[in-house]
T-cell receptor, first 116, second 110 residues
Framework: DADVTQTPRNRITKTGKRIMLECSQT?????MYWYRQDPGLGLRLIYY???????NKGEISDGYSVSRQAQAKFSLSLESAIPNQTALYFC???????????????FGPGTRLLVL | AQSVTQLDSQVPVFEEAPVELRCNYS??????LFWYVQYPNQGLQLLLK??????LVKGINGFEAEFNKSQTSFHLRKPSVHISDTAEYFC????????FGTGTRLTIIP
């Protein structure tokens, strides 16, 4: 079974709709991240969480919100979707800095979102 | 603040030829450096990383990278590529939070 899973894998929605993307992990990591990937722009950090009570904005958090329901679950919401939020969204996890895996981030398979 | 520059958005290479994918970074503090690979329709996976110590780092699938502090570079190399190396490659820099480059698409020509 995959260590980091994302649901749904593909989603089509309409402008103005609220949607939620979910991420679950079985790696036991405290740290979780949400990125979006756009062609030619690489990955950009939306939000990150270093533990269940810690939520931080990334470089492009406007229009997004997150919820850390448990150590293993981190959800991303688009409150009112717009077409320029069409992108590939990735969740990732990592150990704390200095941990055995040395800051390596482990990625889920991604959610492809299309906003019409 | 930290940033990463991948100068080449696309690199075509003949099968069994060597390849170098370039990465330059900037940071005001010491950081870790990473190369990730994304195969078609998949998530990212770690190729290799530099944390400290030897500046030549070996990773999976025959790739290696050299950390050059004076040139602030972390170029990725492979002496002989295969069709299966077709993918997008991302350089990343950071400590606790990663900043990714814009990616280099490696295309292998049979």
């Amino acid at each position: 079974d995959a260590d980091v899973t994302q649901t749904p894998r593909n989603r089509i929605t309409k402008t103005g709709k609220r949607i939620m993307l979910e991420c679950s992990q079985t790696k036991g990591h405290d740290r979780m991240y949400w990125y979006r990937q756009d062609p030619g722009l690489g990955l950009r950090l939306i939000y990150y969480s270093f533990d269940v009570k810690d939520i931080n904005k990334g470089e492009i958090s406007d229009g997004y919100s997150v919820s850390r329901q448990a150590q293993a679950k981190f959800s991303l919401s688009l409150e009112s979707a717009i077409p320029n939020q069409t992108a590939l969204y990735f969740c990732a996890t990592s150990e704390p800095a200095g941990g055995a895996s040395g800051e390596t981030q482990y990625f889920g398979p991604g959610t492809r979102l299309l906003v019409l | 603040a930290q940033s990463v520059t991948q100068l080449d958005s696309q690199v075509p290479v003949f099968e069994e030829a060597p390849v170098e994918l370039r990465c330059n970074y900037s940071s005001s503090v010491s950081v870790y450096l990473f190369w990730y690979v994304q195969y078609p329709n998949q998530g990212l996976q770690l190729l290799l990383k530099y944390l400290s110590g030897s500046t030549l780092v070996k990773g999976i699938n025959g790739f290696e990278a050299e950390f050059n502090k004076s040139q602030t570079s972390f170029h990725l190399r492979k002496p002989s590529v295969h069709i299966s190396d077709t993918a997008e490659y991302f350089c990343a820099v950071g400590y606790e939070k990663l900043t990714f480059g814009t990616g280099t698409r490696l295309t292998i020509i049979p």
